[in-house]
């Protein structure tokens, strides 16, 4: 038995899991229907294709979610888990379901897919026969990534650094790379059995103020930690920032430095595909804006190329969307789609080459750590300080990075703190910057940044 599944049958004797059937499971995933792998729909997708974000806590409320979702043309199903399976509390969550199915009302924040247990939840996923996303921000996803591929979830979000340092303060850094690794390795071996598990990252990180070099740097290094793993399938992703043209300069970039470094690692043969979120912000709470800003963002996003787009809704600024405004919201992306046709093809040839020098720079510093593993090269980048995440609460991160928007709203990095960002590229942000204010006048203007669409 090897070390990994030494590994896996500790992890998998945990009390809330109900006879874990390795065998079984693995005949499941080998003969699972191809339409429930969104890396065989990347594969022969002739659109963008549309995910909502959505989870509640019974099996019943998610089920009719998803009926929602199918009549609106859905491409991609959510499964939202709930903060306390999140944090491993396996045992709150399951009072919270009972007490959630006993009174009608939600005691979670998601679906506590660990409680439910997978033959419950496969059959929920098996009957709609469409690619579900698994969506959480856990630290430590062992067993719930295994329940996840066991109920025919084959795509899974996050990883050690974008689950990590926006959503937590103390839980070590050190300890979430370990425990990401075992995710890639289980992904790569259920990946040999049939269409590749997807393993997609959380670009929008604390989407408060993230420069495009920080995102892209984070999006590729836990690219290259899942690859080199095993892992054939990956999504690197961003979210909305501000501005257009900044926007399209990040997917450009993005796109091509992924393909660059996963073919550095000898990893060409890897699908790499480009996931754009729709504003991560403070939403503005006039609904009607709101969809202004929604359709604005699935504009950019024909316009960066991307291969799936995950939405919002109507209601964010006031509430837990409702089944309804999700699915409106999917109905309404898709039209959005289908009618633009067209769209110019924008260059920025001077933004391109700034932020390549910015993302090589710093990944040039990563590789040059004197770790002797990737992992430890990233972690000691963090320590630090040569990646910094604006406005994370981790304890790791350093936060002396500064970023402003300029006067057409692209973010700008005006304190570099220990981000190794040549002297070229940093004159040039801050050249772009109204600098004569005094300090009281800049914190002025990032507190209005942060809430720029409000």
Not at 32 to 46: E, G, Q, T, V
Not at 217 to 245: D, Y
């Amino acid at each position: 038995m090897s070390l990994l599944q030494e590994e896996r049958e500790i992890i998998l004797s945990n009390e809330y899991v109900d006879n874990f059937d390795f065998d079984e499971v693995e005949e499941f995933v080998r003969n699972a229907s191809k339409d429930l792998f969104i890396s065989h729909h990347f594969a022969k997708a002739d659109k963008m294709l549309v995910q909502p974000r959505g989870g509640f806590p019974t099996y019943k409320q998610q089920y009719d979610l998803y009926e929602f979702f199918v009549k609106s043309n859905v491409d991609v199903l959510p499964l939202t888990i709930d903060s306390n399976t999140r944090l491993n509390d396996y045992g709150t969550a399951k009072k919270m379901l009972r007490l959630s199915e006993e009174n009608e009302i939600d005691m979670l924040n998601g679906y506590p897919l660990v409680n439910h247990g997978y033959r419950t939840t496969r059959k929920m996923i098996t009957n709609f026969n469409k690619p579900v996303s698994l969506r959480h921000g856990t630290p430590d996803a062992r067993l719930l990534i295994e329940t996840a591929i066991a109920s025919g979830i084959f795509e899974i979000e996050g990883g050690p650094i974008t689950y990590l340092l926006p959503y937590s303060k103390n839980f070590p850094l050190d300890k979430a790379f370990l425990y990401w690794k075992y995710v890639e390795r289980v992904c790569a071996n259920y990946s040999e059995l049939n269409e590749p598990i997807n393993r997609e990252s959380f670009g929008p990180l604390t989407a408060t103020l993230v420069p495009p070099a920080i995102t892209i740097v984070i999006q590729l290094l836990e690219m290259l930690l899942a690859l080199e793993e095993g892992v054939k399938s990956f999504s690197v992703s961003f979210s909305q920032q501000g501005s257009m043209n900044q926007d399209i300069v990040t997917g450009a970039v993005i796109k091509k430095l992924a393909r660059y470094y996963a073919e550095e690692i000898g990893c060409g043969d890897a699908a790499i595909h480009l996931v754009y979120h729709q504003w991560m912000g403070a939403f503005p709470t006039n609904k009607d804006f709101a969809e202004q800003l929604i359709n604005m963002s699935t504009v950019i996003a024909s316009m960066v190329g991307a291969d799936k787009i995950i939405t919002k809704t109507r209601e964010e600024a006031t509430g837990i969307p409702t089944p309804q405004a999700n699915a409106k919201t999917v109905a309404d992306t898709q039209y959005t789609l289908r009618i633009l046709n067209g769209l110019p093809n924008i260059v920025d040839e001077e933004e391109e080459e700034i932020l390549t020098l910015e993302v090589k720079a710093i990944m040039e510093a990563v590789f040059n750590d004197s770790a002797d593993t990737l992992w430890r090269k990233v972690f000691n980048s963090i320590k630090n300080g040569v990646i910094d995440v604006p406005f994370s609460p981790h304890i790791i991160n350093h936060n002396n990075m500064i970023t402003i928007r300029d006067a057409n709203k692209n973010i700008r990095i005006i304190d570099r703190g220990n981000v190794p960002i040549p002297d070229r590229c940093f004159e040039y942000e801050r050249s772009q910057c109204d600098l004569s204010k005094d300090t009281k006048g800049i914190v002025n203007d990032i507190i209005h940044d942060i809430g720029i669409m409000q």
